[in-house]
């Protein structure tokens, strides 16, 4: 299969800049794999698509404001031009592997500073794959107290609007920091319709997939089985294991929210789709062809063209519905894309 099959026409001014302000507001297309039918929803209409005995599982990882804005460090101490390091992957004893500019500048032995007063500090260890440095930071307090002062959100490229409130890219059941990025299909619940969801006697249990930007990195390679899959660090509980091994004893469907647990759980399924609790790393890449063990819905924002997620998606729901819904999108003015709308495959 080649990338560009995969390839949908999107107007500009539809990536959506900032949040709504009703969180489970937003548009949802409702899409029947089987049928290829699909219904336009709003979110809080979801309840109504689910069935007692369902679950979801649900992402609880949080975004880091892991973008730190400061200046190179000369020689002699004085501080010089302007610097950019974004935080990555927690390597362990305050070093991370980290994004940073200007690169020709940032090489092994360079030093930064954060910080009015130099409360944040950071020497470059040395280069690892893909141009990334590793960073050895020290600091004055606890390192993710200071990381949340001086951190700015990692905003997706796509979107160029300053984010007012930090929390819209965060869901309300975040919990365990370590993502460059928000599991965005998360972003349209509200607690208040999480309560309505468990009342109707559908379970949610929670894994944690810790969010990469080799999320926005684009598909080069003309072949998509050619792609090199980015590696993510995610975590699955015995609890929640149980519950989606009950979920399919008992006939429910086990209902993902958001890539990043499909993923998860892809992941860590054996052959016939039973879970236990595991915790590593993951490169999965699911495309058409992939037999899913586990995930029979899936909740999900709209994807970039050419984009591992937009295969994914193609994956469950088939590559021609998929853009044919996509398309219907299109007219129908949705808005796509981190903070915009959402689709629900089921």
Same mark, same amino acid.
């Given at each position: 299969?080649?990338?560009?099959?995969? +390839?949908?026409?999107?107007?500009?001014?539809?990536?959506?800049?900032?949040?709504?302000?009703?969180?489970?507001?937003?548009?949802?297309?409702?899409?029947?794999?089987?049928?290829?039918?699909?219904?336009?929803?709003?979110?809080?209409?979801?309840?109504?698509?689910?069935?007692?005995?369902?679950?979801?599982?649900?992402?609880?990882?949080?975004?880091?404001?892991?973008?730190?804005?400061?200046?190179?460090?000369?020689?002699?101490?004085?501080?010089?031009?302007?610097?950019?390091?974004?935080?990555?992957?927690?390597?362990?004893?305050?070093?991370?592997?980290?994004?940073?500019?200007?690169?020709?500048?940032?090489?092994?032995?360079?030093?930064?500073?954060?910080? &009015?007063?130099?409360?944040? &500090?950071?020497?470059?260890?040395?280069?690892?794959?893909?141009?990334?440095?590793?960073?050895?930071?020290?600091?004055?307090?606890?390192?993710?107290?200071?990381?949340?002062?001086?951190?700015?959100?990692?905003?997706?490229?796509?979107?160029?609007?300053?984010?007012?409130?930090?929390?819209?890219?965060?869901?309300? +059941?975040?919990?365990?920091?370590?993502?460059?990025?928000?599991?965005?299909?998360?972003?349209?619940?509200?607690?208040?319709?999480?309560?309505?969801?468990c009342a109707l006697g559908v379970n949610i249990g929670y894994v944690t997939?810790?969010?990469?930007?080799? &999320?926005?990195?684009?598909?080069?390679?003309?072949?998509?089985?050619?792609?090199?899959?980015?590696?993510?660090?995610?975590?699955?509980?015995?609890?929640?294991?149980?519950?989606?091994?009950?979920?399919?004893?008992?006939?429910?469907?086990?209902?993902?929210?958001? =890539? =990043?647990?499909?993923?998860?759980?892809?992941?860590?399924?054996?052959?016939?789709?039973?879970?236990?609790?595991?915790?590593?790393?993951?490169?999965?890449?699911? +495309?058409?062809?992939?037999?899913?063990?586990?995930?029979?819905?899936?909740?999900?924002?709209?994807?970039?063209?050419?984009?591992?997620?937009?295969?994914?998606?193609?994956?469950?729901?088939?590559?021609?519905?998929v853009l044919k819904a996509y398309e219907e999108a299109v007219r129908e003015? +949705?808005?796509?894309?981190?903070?915009?709308?959402?689709?629900?495959?089921?």
């Open positions: 299969m080649k990338t560009h099959d995969f +390839y949908y026409d999107l107007p500009p001014e539809l990536i959506a800049q900032t949040p709504i302000e009703r969180r489970d507001a937003s548009r949802l297309l409702a899409l029947d794999k089987a049928a290829g039918t699909w219904e336009h929803r709003h979110f809080y209409e979801l309840p109504s698509l689910l069935r007692p005995g369902d679950c979801l599982i649900m992402n609880d990882s949080r975004v880091l404001p892991a973008r730190l804005l400061g200046s190179r460090v000369g020689k002699d101490g004085t501080l010089g031009g302007a610097c950019e390091v974004l935080l990555l992957i927690d390597r362990g004893e305050n070093v991370w592997e980290c994004l940073v500019r200007p690169g020709k500048k940032l090489r092994t032995g360079a030093r930064v500073s954060f910080g &009015t007063t130099g409360e944040l &500090t950071g020497e470059i260890l040395g280069e690892v794959g893909g141009g990334n440095r590793l960073v050895r930071f020290a600091c004055q307090g606890i390192f993710l107290e200071v990381l949340e002062r001086l951190g700015r959100m990692p905003l997706p490229p796509y979107i160029k609007a300053e984010l007012q409130d930090r929390e819209r890219y965060q869901t309300v +059941y975040s919990r365990v920091s370590g993502s460059a990025a928000a599991p965005t299909a998360g972003l349209h619940f509200t607690q208040e319709l999480i309560e309505e969801i997939l810790h969010v990469g930007l080799g &999320t926005f990195r684009p598909v080069k390679e003309e072949e998509i089985a050619d792609h090199d899959m980015h590696s993510e660090y995610c975590v699955i509980s015995q609890e929640t294991a149980d519950l989606i091994n009950r979920t399919k004893a008992g006939g429910g469907r086990v209902i993902c929210v958001g =890539t =990043t647990s499909c993923r998860t759980v892809e992941s860590w399924a054996d052959e016939s789709g039973y879970l236990e609790a595991k915790a590593g790393w993951t490169n999965i890449f699911i +495309y058409p062809g992939y037999k899913f063990k586990v995930l029979d819905g899936l909740i999900t924002n709209f994807h970039l063209p050419e984009s591992t997620l937009i295969m994914l998606v193609s994956a469950l729901a088939g590559r021609e519905r003015r +949705y808005r796509f894309f981190s903070f915009g709308d959402a689709m629900f495959i089921y």
